[in-house]
Protein backbone atom coordinates (compact mmCIF):
# COMPACT_ATOMS: atom_id res chain seq x y z
CA UNK A 1 0.00 0.00 0.00
CA UNK A 2 2.61 2.09 1.01
CA UNK A 3 4.57 1.73 -2.57
CA UNK A 4 1.07 2.94 -4.38
CA UNK A 5 1.40 6.08 -1.93
CA UNK A 6 4.88 6.83 -3.03
CA UNK A 7 4.40 6.11 -6.85
CA UNK A 8 0.92 8.76 -6.59
CA UNK A 9 3.38 11.40 -4.51
CA UNK A 10 5.80 11.19 -7.54
CA UNK A 11 6.09 14.21 -9.34
CA UNK A 12 6.66 12.30 -12.59
CA UNK A 13 2.90 10.89 -12.31
CA UNK A 14 1.85 14.55 -10.82
CA UNK A 15 3.07 15.48 -14.06
CA UNK A 16 1.40 12.78 -15.89
CA UNK A 17 -1.68 13.41 -14.59
CA UNK A 18 -1.74 17.20 -14.75
CA UNK A 19 -1.45 16.92 -18.48
CA UNK A 20 -3.92 14.48 -18.97
CA UNK A 21 -6.81 16.63 -16.93
CA UNK A 22 -5.71 19.71 -18.59
CA UNK A 23 -6.24 17.68 -22.22
CA UNK A 24 -9.63 16.02 -20.68
CA UNK A 25 -10.59 19.22 -19.02
CA UNK A 26 -10.32 21.57 -22.52
CA UNK A 27 -11.79 18.11 -24.15
CA UNK A 28 -14.89 17.97 -21.91
CA UNK A 29 -16.05 21.65 -22.64
CA UNK A 30 -15.39 21.28 -26.12
CA UNK A 31 -17.62 18.36 -25.71
CA UNK A 32 -19.99 20.85 -24.10
CA UNK A 33 -19.93 22.93 -26.81
CA UNK A 34 -22.95 22.35 -28.66
CA UNK A 35 -25.12 22.64 -25.17
CA UNK A 36 -23.51 26.15 -24.24
CA UNK A 37 -23.73 27.39 -27.50
CA UNK A 38 -27.44 27.65 -26.40
CA UNK A 39 -27.33 27.96 -22.57
CA UNK A 40 -28.22 31.66 -20.72
CA UNK A 41 -25.45 33.17 -19.51
CA UNK A 42 -26.31 33.01 -16.19
CA UNK A 43 -26.23 29.28 -15.99
CA UNK A 44 -22.99 28.42 -18.00
CA UNK A 45 -21.05 28.01 -15.05
CA UNK A 46 -23.25 25.20 -13.84
CA UNK A 47 -23.74 22.85 -17.74
CA UNK A 48 -20.81 21.35 -18.07
CA UNK A 49 -20.45 19.54 -14.61
CA UNK A 50 -17.72 17.08 -15.32
CA UNK A 51 -15.13 18.72 -17.05
CA UNK A 52 -15.48 21.81 -14.17
CA UNK A 53 -14.88 18.71 -11.50
CA UNK A 54 -11.49 17.93 -13.46
CA UNK A 55 -10.46 21.38 -13.76
CA UNK A 56 -10.70 21.16 -9.27
CA UNK A 57 -8.42 18.36 -9.57
CA UNK A 58 -6.27 20.25 -11.85
CA UNK A 59 -5.59 22.97 -9.22
CA UNK A 60 -4.94 19.99 -7.03
CA UNK A 61 -2.27 18.79 -8.75
CA UNK A 62 -0.80 22.52 -9.28
CA UNK A 63 -0.83 22.96 -5.68
CA UNK A 64 0.62 19.20 -4.92
CA UNK A 65 3.78 20.33 -7.39
CA UNK A 66 3.96 22.99 -5.51
CA UNK A 67 4.06 21.42 -1.95
CA UNK A 68 0.77 22.84 -1.21
CA UNK A 69 -2.15 22.20 -0.35
CA UNK A 70 -5.15 24.33 -1.45
CA UNK A 71 -8.13 22.70 0.60
CA UNK A 72 -10.94 24.67 -1.16
CA UNK A 73 -10.24 22.87 -4.30
CA UNK A 74 -9.56 19.51 -2.79
CA UNK A 75 -12.64 19.19 -1.26
CA UNK A 76 -14.54 20.82 -5.05
CA UNK A 77 -12.32 17.97 -6.41
CA UNK A 78 -13.23 14.85 -4.87
CA UNK A 79 -16.98 15.61 -4.28
CA UNK A 80 -17.38 16.55 -7.93
CA UNK A 81 -14.78 13.53 -8.88
CA UNK A 82 -17.00 11.13 -7.59
CA UNK A 83 -20.21 12.58 -8.09
CA UNK A 84 -20.23 13.06 -11.47
CA UNK A 85 -18.20 10.03 -12.68
CA UNK A 86 -20.29 7.52 -10.84
CA UNK A 87 -22.79 9.51 -12.67
CA UNK A 88 -21.88 9.25 -16.06
CA UNK A 89 -21.06 5.78 -15.82
CA UNK A 90 -24.50 5.09 -14.63
CA UNK A 91 -25.90 7.69 -17.43
CA UNK A 92 -24.46 5.86 -20.14
CA UNK A 93 -24.93 2.68 -19.40
CA UNK A 94 -28.56 3.52 -18.75
CA UNK A 95 -28.27 4.40 -22.35
CA UNK A 96 -27.14 1.20 -23.21
CA UNK A 97 -29.72 -1.18 -21.54
CA UNK A 98 -33.03 1.64 -23.22
CA UNK A 99 -30.76 1.47 -26.56
CA UNK A 100 -30.04 -2.40 -26.12
CA UNK A 101 -26.23 -1.29 -27.21
CA UNK A 102 -23.71 1.52 -26.64
CA UNK A 103 -21.22 2.92 -28.57
CA UNK A 104 -17.23 3.27 -28.43
CA UNK A 105 -17.89 6.76 -27.18
CA UNK A 106 -20.10 5.42 -24.84
CA UNK A 107 -17.40 2.97 -23.43
CA UNK A 108 -14.72 5.36 -23.71
CA UNK A 109 -17.04 7.99 -21.73
CA UNK A 110 -17.64 5.47 -18.94
CA UNK A 111 -13.99 4.49 -18.63
CA UNK A 112 -13.00 7.92 -18.40
CA UNK A 113 -15.71 9.40 -15.65
CA UNK A 114 -14.50 6.00 -13.98
CA UNK A 115 -11.24 7.16 -13.89
CA UNK A 116 -12.02 10.49 -12.74
CA UNK A 117 -14.17 9.15 -9.81
CA UNK A 118 -10.71 6.91 -8.63
CA UNK A 119 -8.05 9.23 -9.01
CA UNK A 120 -10.27 11.72 -6.94
CA UNK A 121 -10.45 9.29 -4.16
CA UNK A 122 -6.71 7.98 -3.91
CA UNK A 123 -5.62 11.09 -3.76
CA UNK A 124 -7.74 11.86 -0.70
CA UNK A 125 -5.35 11.15 2.09
CA UNK A 126 -2.86 13.92 0.63
CA UNK A 127 -6.20 16.27 0.97
CA UNK A 128 -6.25 18.77 3.94
CA UNK A 129 -9.82 19.88 4.65
CA UNK A 130 -12.02 21.11 7.40
CA UNK A 131 -15.84 20.99 8.02
CA UNK A 132 -16.19 24.44 6.28
CA UNK A 133 -14.29 23.35 3.03
CA UNK A 134 -16.81 20.66 2.71
CA UNK A 135 -20.14 22.85 3.85
CA UNK A 136 -19.02 24.95 0.54
CA UNK A 137 -18.89 22.09 -1.24
CA UNK A 138 -22.26 20.87 -0.54
CA UNK A 139 -23.93 24.23 -1.49
CA UNK A 140 -22.19 24.18 -4.71
CA UNK A 141 -23.16 20.72 -5.69
CA UNK A 142 -26.93 20.79 -4.33
CA UNK A 143 -27.30 24.36 -6.17
CA UNK A 144 -26.08 22.90 -9.48
CA UNK A 145 -28.79 20.13 -9.15
CA UNK A 146 -31.14 23.29 -8.88
CA UNK A 147 -29.58 24.46 -11.75
CA UNK A 148 -30.07 21.35 -13.09
CA UNK A 149 -33.52 20.00 -12.53
CA UNK A 150 -35.17 22.73 -11.72
CA UNK A 151 -33.94 25.02 -14.76
CA UNK A 152 -33.68 22.13 -16.92
CA UNK A 153 -29.86 22.61 -17.61
CA UNK A 154 -28.47 19.08 -16.86
CA UNK A 155 -26.07 17.66 -19.68
CA UNK A 156 -28.72 16.40 -22.28
CA UNK A 157 -29.02 12.60 -23.15
CA UNK A 158 -31.91 12.28 -25.29
CA UNK A 159 -32.40 8.99 -24.90
CA UNK A 160 -33.39 9.53 -20.88
CA UNK A 161 -35.26 12.75 -21.73
CA UNK A 162 -38.59 10.41 -20.41
CA UNK A 163 -36.75 10.05 -16.67
CA UNK A 164 -35.70 13.23 -15.56
CA UNK A 165 -37.70 13.56 -12.49
CA UNK A 166 -35.88 9.78 -11.40
CA UNK A 167 -32.28 10.86 -12.85
CA UNK A 168 -32.65 14.14 -10.87
CA UNK A 169 -33.56 12.07 -7.29
CA UNK A 170 -30.36 9.62 -7.88
CA UNK A 171 -27.95 12.49 -8.48
CA UNK A 172 -29.05 14.35 -5.41
CA UNK A 173 -28.38 10.83 -3.31
CA UNK A 174 -25.67 10.70 -5.75
CA UNK A 175 -24.64 14.02 -3.49
CA UNK A 176 -24.80 12.94 -0.23
CA UNK A 177 -23.09 9.87 -0.76
CA UNK A 178 -20.28 11.97 -2.37
CA UNK A 179 -20.38 14.10 0.26
CA UNK A 180 -20.46 11.24 2.85
CA UNK A 181 -17.23 9.69 1.17
CA UNK A 182 -15.55 12.77 1.62
CA UNK A 183 -16.15 12.93 4.88
CA UNK A 184 -15.01 9.61 5.59
CA UNK A 185 -11.61 9.36 3.48
CA UNK A 186 -10.76 13.54 4.79
CA UNK A 187 -12.27 14.63 7.91
CA UNK A 188 -13.53 12.11 10.26
CA UNK A 189 -11.42 11.24 13.53
CA UNK A 190 -8.62 9.02 12.55
CA UNK A 191 -9.07 9.11 9.17
CA UNK A 192 -5.76 7.99 7.07
CA UNK A 193 -3.50 10.88 6.28
CA UNK A 194 -0.12 10.94 4.29
CA UNK A 195 2.02 14.31 3.47
CA UNK A 196 3.34 15.40 0.36
CA UNK A 197 4.36 19.11 0.85
CA UNK A 198 7.67 17.82 2.59
Known sequence: ??????????????????IINIIGTIYGYI?????????PTIFLPFVPDSPTASLFFVFVLIALLLKKNWPIFEALAIVTL????????????LVGIINGQLDAVGYMLM?????????GVLYAPFYRLKPWHL???GVWVVHNEIIDYV???M??????????AEIGYFTFWLSIFSLGITYYLCLRKGHFKLDITK
Do not use: C, E
Open 82 to 93: VKYGVWAVVMNL
Open 111 to 119: LSHFAMAIQ
Open 135 to 137: VVT
Open 151 to 153: FKM
Open 1 to 18: MGYIYALLANRKILWLLL
Open 31 to 39: WYGWQLADT
Open 155 to 164: PRYHTLDNYM
